[in-house]
């Protein structure tokens, strides 16, 4: 069974730090490139950040360049996201996420909130 288990959420002031990890289990950890999802309260889900399978090949959306930086230690088989300078429209529901396109499946976390605020 594929689990994937987030933490390390929190609140945080502005200009703060977190890092989420990312536990996996159940698959091939080290087979799939890999994502950070987050949902700020109110609105949509928002693509943050993508780690390919080797973990030397990485993107982030325009908000976050800069200041967060995904990792992965596929002899742990967990994913990181480290967040610096954060800002209070960061605040959001941050879920770890990877899609198995053979069978065309998703897959998520449960989601760990972080808040950024004074």
């Known amino acids: 069974e594929v689990q994937l288990v987030e933490s390390g959420g929190g609140l945080v002031q502005p200009g703060g730090s977190l890092r989420l990890s990312c536990a996996a289990s159940?698959?091939?950890?080290?087979?799939?490139?890999m994502s950070w999802v987050r949902q700020a309260p109110g609105k949509g889900l928002e693509w943050v950040s993508n780690?390919?399978?080797?973990?030397?090949?990485?993107s982030y959306v325009d908000s976050v360049k800069g200041r967060f930086t995904i990792a992965r230690d596929n002899a742990k088989n967990t994913l990181y996201l480290q967040m610096n300078s954060l800002k209070p429209e960061d605040t959001a529901v941050y879920y770890c996420?990877?899609?198995?396109?053979?069978?065309?499946?998703?897959?998520w976390g449960q989601g760990t909130q972080v808040t950024v605020s004074s």
């Open positions: 780690i390919n399978s080797g973990g030397d090949i990485t």
């Open positions: 159940g698959f091939t950890f080290s087979s799939y490139a």
């Open positions: 996420y990877f899609h198995k396109v053979l069978i065309n499946r998703h897959y």
